[in-house]
């Protein structure tokens, strides 16, 4: 398979030394935990002029940055884009932001896949948000965990199965003290579960304009490429 080229841009107040370091640990950490469980290989490369083709991770430091207006969940050119918010991360590593995004964005491009636990309930394909706040260390930086496909597949599995990276999960679609789902109930009402009080409230706090996850918003769903407001990615 040939890999997804994605271009990292940096409109943020990142180095550009840090930068080129943490594109190289995001591919090393790609390359050597997450590919093996879920393949689709991808090639990251520092740029400010991406070619036609290519995916897109890139930096901001706020939702407001003026390359922000009029973008969609799709770049101009129709290709996914994930976008990292440096200021909103309230002290979050960086790696473990983009790491975040750009697994999500590899395995559920479009923001718009669901995964059946029963013919009622069905999960939002999205494969850090359930343990979004463990991580494990590549070359120094700190990475997101993630969930396996097993975590998708609502019947029972051989003792010993895995359900993250980690090893943490013990069941499809259980999730950590801070992790969260997205969950649609009867095919329309869309809602988000916490892993515990706390998480509920952290989240409620957090600034998620332009995010990926405001496309499953339970308070309005947004549709794959259509524009959103100014304040907005």
Known sequence: MKPVRIACINYAKI??????????????????????VWGCPVD?????????????????????H???????ELTHRGQPISKIFVEALNGE???????HELFEMVLDPMANLWADKNRNTQFAYEVCDAVEEDTFDVDGWPMSNFV????????????GTKFDHKGTLKAPFSMTEGGYVIKKVNGR??????GSPGKRRRFAKEDRRGHR?????????????????????
């Open 189 to 194: 009402k869309v809602i988000r579960a916490f």
């Open 15 to 36: 180095d550009e030394g840090e930068m080129r370091q943490l594109t190289a640990a995001l591919q090393k950490c790609y390359d050597k935990h997450f590919l093996p």
């Open 66 to 72: 003026k390359n922000m207006l009029g973008r969609h």
């Open 93 to 99: 590593p960086i790696s473990v932001a983009a790491s």
């Open 148 to 159: 396996y496909p097993s975590w998708f597949e609502p019947f029972k599995h051989p003792r």
């Open 213 to 233: 996850s405001e496309f499953r918003d339970p308070k309005g769903v947004h549709h794959p490429g259509r524009r959103k407001s100014k304040r907005g990615g």
């Open 44 to 64: 990251l490369y520092v740029t400010r002029k991406p070619e036609r083709t290519d995916w897109q991770l890139v930096y901001f430091d706020n939702a407001l």
